[in-house]
């Protein structure tokens, strides 16, 4: 289910949220699942369970999880629509990421390729 990328220098319980957030985003984690276990999750992964707390714990302050005492961790229901509209404010990095390329020289046609090539990762570039 989860993968721990270990050469990535980023911090592994954003690593997991990361990845959970993917699953919940693609509808594989739904509205109401249960999460793995702390203690599961921590053997699964190699990860001391303090650091899958610490990941469950900022998902449940986006609102994505929730905690039930005694029984775990749940996908909260509008998961996915909180998830989106995260995304949806980081469209602004895109449009300022965009004029930098623009200026550059780089033309829309290019950056509107990198857009699909990112929608469709394993389709082959045909030109």
């Given at each position: 289910m989860l993968y721990i990328d270990v050469m990535s220098r980023t911090p592994v319980y954003e690593k997991i949220c990361d990845q959970i957030e993917k699953l919940i985003g693609a509808g594989l984690l739904k509205e109401g699942e249960q999460l793995?276990?702390?203690r599961s999750l921590s053997i699964q992964l190699s990860v001391n369970p303090?650091?899958?707390?610490?990941?469950?714990?900022?998902?449940?302050?986006?609102?994505?999880v929730g905690s039930v005492p005694g029984k775990g961790c749940y996908v909260m229901p509008g998961a996915r629509a909180i998830l989106r509209e995260l995304a949806k404010k980081r469209l602004s990095e895109i449009t300022a990421i965009s004029a930098e390329l623009l200026a550059a020289g780089v033309t829309k046609?290019?950056?509107?390729?990198?857009?699909n090539k990112a929608q469709n990762p394993d389709k082959e570039e045909i030109k």
């Amino acid at each position: 289910m989860l993968y721990i990328d270990v050469m990535s220098r980023t911090p592994v319980y954003e690593k997991i949220c990361d990845q959970i957030e993917k699953l919940i985003g693609a509808g594989l984690l739904k509205e109401g699942e249960q999460l793995p276990s702390v203690r599961s999750l921590s053997i699964q992964l190699s990860v001391n369970p303090n650091t899958i707390q610490k990941a469950y714990g900022e998902l449940d302050s986006k609102g994505i999880v929730g905690s039930v005492p005694g029984k775990g961790c749940y996908v909260m229901p509008g998961a996915r629509a909180i998830l989106r509209e995260l995304a949806k404010k980081r469209l602004s990095e895109i449009t300022a990421i965009s004029a930098e390329l623009l200026a550059a020289g780089v033309t829309k046609e290019e950056i509107i390729d990198a857009v699909n090539k990112a929608q469709n990762p394993d389709k082959e570039e045909i030109k």
